[in-house]
């Protein structure tokens, strides 16, 4: 059985585990992320690597990096990523000379998504879009049973594709970019704006704030919708609706057979995914005879970048 291990490296913290070819799990470990020093950043990732290997009978064969930023097209250099204060680092080179094993590197969101495709919700797709609604809208392509990266590594940014012209400022320099309407950030604004409005009618989400709209933060109004919070499934509503309406659009250019929707927004499952799937629906090209793609929760979580960047080091 060949082992490989899984690394994914974020903003705050490192996970690493050793995972079998079946995509479980076998050991974690973890360490914090040292920032603005790729030298720091490679030794910090050995380090783990190390630890992993030791405890190991059968020792791991490869590792796969997951990480925050864009990775470049030979998949070997962290081109950005704000995130980490990285620009231009050669991180395949520094973790394969510490290690003494091959290394593949590939941005965090595609690696979780391959392991959504593999081993989660995605599992016999080949055709599948993968999308993280987060703070702001991740995702990935799978064409043909491949993931997509484009001629310079940048296939899949989804959140950025322009869904209203002119429309909100987007942190990317555009306007109208699809996070701005489907995102938790979008879920913020939606529930923020109605408390100023209507405070009567959110006055739950209201008193949960202190009183002050821009005191209301996502989680708060997960739990009110949860608990059947007209006001906050209001909230849910609308973005499940910029969702369902960006769906569409990926269906009439992708044709996929499904989509994974993960992220903390998708925490709230069918209250998000119900209004975006039935938006999905109304909105989709050609829906009087093609079939609909299935829109489906992620299901491996917070591990699925460990699992998925493993598989891939594995190929
Ligand atoms: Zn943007």
């Not at 059947?228 to 044709?255: K, M, N, S, T």
């Not at 992220?263 to 709230?268: P, T």
């Amino acid at each position: 059985m060949a082992l490989t291990i899984g690394v994914d490296i974020g903003g705050t913290k490192i996970a690493a585990g050793v995972v079998d070819p079946e995509g479980r799990i076998l050991r974690h470990a973890k360490a914090p992320t040292p920032r603005g020093d790729g030298e720091l950043l490679a030794e910090a990732v050995a380090g783990l690597v190390r630890e992993l290997r030791e405890s190991d009978r059968e020792p791991p064969t490869a590792v796969g990096i997951g990480t925050a930023g864009f990775v470049d097209e030979a998949r070997s250099r962290i081109v950005l990523a704000g995130n980490l204060g990285l620009s231009d680092d050669p991180v395949r080179e520094r973790i394969a000379r510490r290690t003494d094993l091959p290394v593949v590197v590939e941005n965090d969101a595609n690696a979780a998504a391959w392991a959504e495709v593999r081993f989660g919700a995605g599992r016999g797709c080949r055709d599948a879009v993968v999308v993280t609604l987060g703070t702001g809208v991740g995702g990935a392509l799978i064409v043909d049973g491949e993931l997509r990266r484009g001629r310079f590594g940048a296939a899949g940014e989804i959140g950025h594709y322009r869904m209203v012209p002119f429309g909100r400022r987007c942190a990317c320099g555009n306007q109208g970019c699809w996070e701005q309407y489907a995102s938790g950030s979008a879920l913020v604004a939606e529930a923020r704006a109605l408390a100023a409005a209507e405070p009567v009618s959110a006055a739950r989400l209201l008193e949960a704030a202190g009183g002050d709209p821009e005191g209301i933060e996502g989680p708060e109004v997960t739990r009110a919708a949860r608990e059947g919070d007209p006001a906050a499934l209001r909230c849910f509503a609308a973005v499940g609706e910029w969702v369902g309406q960006g769906l569409a659009d990926l269906a009439a250019i992708l044709d996929p057979e499904c989509f994974v929707v993960g992220g903390g927004v998708s925490a709230a499952g069918e209250i998000l995914l119900k209004p975006a799937r039935e938006a999905y629906a109304r909105a989709v090209t050609g829906k009087a005879t093609r079939r609909l793609a299935d829109v489906r929760p992620a299901e491996l979580g917070g591990e699925a970048g460990i699992i998925g960047a493993a598989d891939l080091a594995l190929r």
